[in-house]
Nanobody, 122 residues
Framework: QVQLVESGGGLVQPGGSLKLSCAAS????????MGWYRQAPGDQRELVAS???????NYADSVKGRFTISMDSAKNTAYLQMNSLKPEDTGVYYC??????WGPGRPEYDYWGQGTQVTISS
């Protein structure tokens, strides 16, 4: 079993910065993809950013140039640095991992963190 634990959410003013962390622990053979999704009240969960094999990044158009996703493979931890935050960035941010375990065939499973609230408001 694998657990994802997020941290770093909070309340900041528009234009401010936050850094989210997502630490994966448990029976991990390899982390293929880690990503951040967010969900605002009444909206569907949407992809914010992802990182594949620790190096290939992908961003939603709305956050390009403002957010940076990175990964420390030695710590099995992904980070989301969020700069120039806007009120529309408000939501619950969920960490997602596509992670291979040690079972036969090294199967890949999807895991989710519990979510962390990010609120951008003056």
């Amino acid at each position: 079993q694998v657990q994802l634990v997020e941290s770093g959410g909070g309340l900041v003013q528009p234009g401010g910065s936050l850094k989210l962390s997502c630490a994966a622990s448990g029976s991990i053979f390899m982390i293929n993809v880690m990503g951040w999704y967010r969900q605002a009240p009444g909206d569907q969960r949407e992809l914010v950013a992802s990182i594949t094999s620790g190096v290939i990044t992908n961003y939603a158009d709305s956050v390009k140039g403002r957010f940076t996703i990175s990964m420390d493979s030695a710590k099995n931890t992904a980070y989301l640095q969020m700069n120039s935050l806007k009120p529309e960035d408000t939501g619950v941010y969920y960490c997602h991992g596509a992670i291979r375990g040690w079972g036969p065939g090294r199967p890949e499973y999807d895991y989710w963190g519990q979510g962390t609230q990010v609120t951008i408001s003056s």
